[in-house]
């Protein structure tokens, strides 16, 4: 069972990040920018009120910011990731494991968060133990 929960969730994941990809894509804004024009374009706004008029362009205003919002976004956890890298393969005592860790599972991803909270307790218990043996 657990085999074929992984099995989806990394089905999933792919799929998330093809979408993500694709939403960020100069190409996909471009789509949706025509997309927009021509509904825009076939719209009878003699007929309609003003408060339509500006909830459909509100509307497209939005749906064109998803476009703009997931690109910036993508740029930005990018170079995020490159710069994390650059410094996790410049320290030699640093886990390389971590290196590229976007491309890992959720679940990958779970397991070495445990991992590191409990060397974080692990240090503190440390720290505290030498504490004590200083204050005697």
Do not use: C, P
């Not at 939403?23 to 997309?35: D, P, Y």
């Not at 003699?46 to 939005?62: C, E, K, N, V």
């Not at 976004?73 to 170079?79: I, K, M, T, V």
């Amino acid at each position: 069972m657990k085999s074929t929960y992984r099995n989806i969730e990394r089905i999933f994941e792919k799929i998330v990040s093809f979408i993500t990809a694709a939403l960020g894509n100069s190409i996909a804004f471009i789509v949706a920018l025509t997309m927009i024009i021509f509904w825009l374009g076939n719209k009878q706004f003699r007929s309609q009120g003003i408060y339509d008029s500006l909830r459909d362009f509100i509307q497209a205003i939005t749906f064109l910011s998803l476009f703009i919002i997931q690109k910036a976004f993508n740029r930005f956890a990018g170079s995020m990731h490159l710069k994390i890298n650059e410094l996790v393969a410049s320290n030699d005592s640093a886990n390389n494991a971590l290196i590229s860790i976007e491309e890992k599972t959720e679940h990958e991803i779970s397991i070495l968060s445990k991992e590191y909270t409990e060397l974080a307790e692990q240090a503190k218990n440390d720290s505290e133990k030498a504490e004590n043996i200083n204050n005697q």
